[in-house]
């Protein structure tokens, strides 16, 4: 079942028509020995083909805006942080205070002291909606605007940050040697590429970079011996290929080498180590983040979108979460209470120094910072049996309180993106059930993040596997009071 066309046909992006069997952000990080087998690479060719379909993307010049989105995987409570409800019955309300923000008529909870101290520079939407109640549909409803509230083993459609990363590739060869789409242990479970392929995934940084052996292997290649080497691998391949560019009337080969050259540069330009190198950041900047995964995760992630990165996603997960590594906080894996006060600290410290970053560095027009999860969690307290001890978890089968899935209603916040900050947007009920004003749904969301980007969501499309156009968004418009 495709989406509905009507009225989407001014913007036709040729996409791909089938998906790669391997991708690229392992292309990227094979480094050395990746280049020795070069000349039959199914998914650079179909890059290539990519980049030769696109006959119908616009050659407008714009400024290259970024997105740094932060995900909780799981679910924030919207309860216990950016809209309590103080004067619901103890069942609903949890055991927090509220604080005073620096908006006027905006509380937080008493969890989130350093975001309430710059809340002027960020703006809460309170009033997001959306109809999946599990993980894998309410994480492609958010992020893909797939309408289909059952849980599917892979999305239907293409994320927002494969989908950006592909209209963007169509500009014309990229200069910078940077990934345009990296992912810091990006929200891949649930989302991904689908029939754009593979080649449109992130080029993805997994572990800790608070860590002292933390690097990003394979990438600036400083050993002048090991870039000959390099230089020398490709070069034979394109000998090998003579013959068959004898035969290229569609010019995939020079298209081939258009992208090789690009995985080259960045395996070997010093400026590709410099970004992802976090020991240049002195240790005021390094402790202001704080010295934790999520601190330094953050803070990777400013120094991408500084270095030229326009599509940034990162995960807020691990052990930073509590004993299940995510904020699922259910009953039967974390005392909900517990575990909000356990990953507070980190949360609240590193997203309050990203947001007075990117402001600090005159980022605040042309990077847009969202921090969401895929919905909220009930606002009616429950209780439940344990099913294991550990951080802000009691012993196996210790009664204690949980909250459960809740896409009805919750909250996410914005930052930068040239909007205009220190406000808050909609409202829900005096329990935190249903949005009693100013309804926004994933197209909402959705077309938001591409009007930053400079994508008209009301008129581009993109061919799916059998071909047929596909627009991006197909419901929803760009929220007014985000819209910088």
């Known amino acids: 079942m495709s989406r509905p066309q009507n009225g989407l046909k001014n913007a036709l992006c040729q996409g791909p028509y089938g998906n790669p069997s391997s991708d690229r952000r392992n292309f990227l990080q094979l480094g050395l020995a990746g280049f020795a087998t070069l000349s039959l690479p199914g998914i650079l060719k179909l890059r290539a083909q990519n980049q030769l379909y696109a006959g119908d993307a616009t050659d407008t010049k714009r400024e290259k805006t970024a997105v740094i989105m932060v995900w909780q995987p799981g679910g924030c409570s919207h309860i216990d ?3 309590p409800k103080p004067l619901a019955t103890s069942d609903y309300r949890g055991p927090f205070g509220t604080i005073p923000t620096k908006v006027p008529g905006l509380q937080f909870t008493e969890l989130l002291p350093m975001q309430a101290s710059i809340a002027d520079k960020f703006t809460v939407l309170r009033s997001m909606h959306q109809s999946a109640g599990g993980h894998p549909a309410g994480s492609m409803q ?19 940050m494969s989908v950006a990363n592909y209209l963007r590739s169509q500009e014309g060869p990229r200069q910078n040697p940077l990934p345009a789409y990296v992912g810091i242990n ?14 449109y995934s992130p080029f993805t940084v997994s572990g800790d970079p608070n860590q002292p052996t933390f690097s990003v292997p394979n990438i600036g290649l400083s050993d002048a011996g090991e870039v000959k ?17 004898t035969f290229d009337h569609q010019k995939e080969l020079s298209a081939l080498d258009e992208f090789e050259t690009q995985a080259m540069t960045l395996l070997t330009n010093p400026r590709t180590k410099e970004a992802f190198d976090l020991s240049r950041e002195d240790d005021r900047t390094r402790d202001r983040y704080g010295r934790n995964a999520w601190g330094q995760q953050l803070l990777l992630a400013r120094r991408l979108v500084e270095a030229g990165v326009e599509v940034m996603t990162t995960s ?25 006060q356990f990953r507070a600290a980190a949360y609240d410290r590193a997203v309050t120094a ?18 969401t999860g895929e919905f909220g969690r009930t606002p009616k307290i429950n209780y439940a049996v344990s099913t294991g ?49 100013r309804i926004c749904g994933p197209g909402d969301f959705l077309a938001t993040i591409y009007h930053h980007l400079g994508i008209d969501s009301s008129t581009t499309m993109i061919r799916d596997f059998n071909g047929r156009p596909t627009p991006i968004v197909d419901h929803g418009k760009p929220i007014p009071e985000l819209m910088g």
């Open 186 to 199: 990006p929200p891949l479970e649930y989302n991904g590429p689908a029939y754009l392929g593979d080649g």
């Open 229 to 245: 080497r390099l230089d020398r691998r490709s070069n034979l391949r394109r000998n090998l290929d003579t013959l068959e560019r």
């Open 389 to 437: 001890a550990g951080d802000a978890s009691a012993p196996a089968g210790t009664s204690q309180p949980g909250r459960d899935h809740w896409p009805r209603a919750f909250s996410n916040i914005w930052a930068g993106g040239g909007i205009v900050p220190g406000r808050f947007i909609g409202a829900t009920d005096k329990r935190g059930e249903d949005v009693v004003e």
């Open 316 to 340: 807020l997960n691990g052990p930073l979460c509590g004993r299940v590594h995510n904020w699922d906080d259910h009953a039967v894996n974390h005392h909900v209470f517990d575990a909000m």
């Open 354 to 371: 990203l947001i007075e970053d990117i402001y600090e560095r005159g980022l605040d027009k042309r990077v847009l910072v969202v921090v």
């Open 81 to 83: 942080s950016y809209d």
């Open 142 to 160: 958010l992020l893909s605007g797939d309408p289909d509230t059952r849980d599917k083993p892979k999305p239907r459609f293409p994320d927002w």
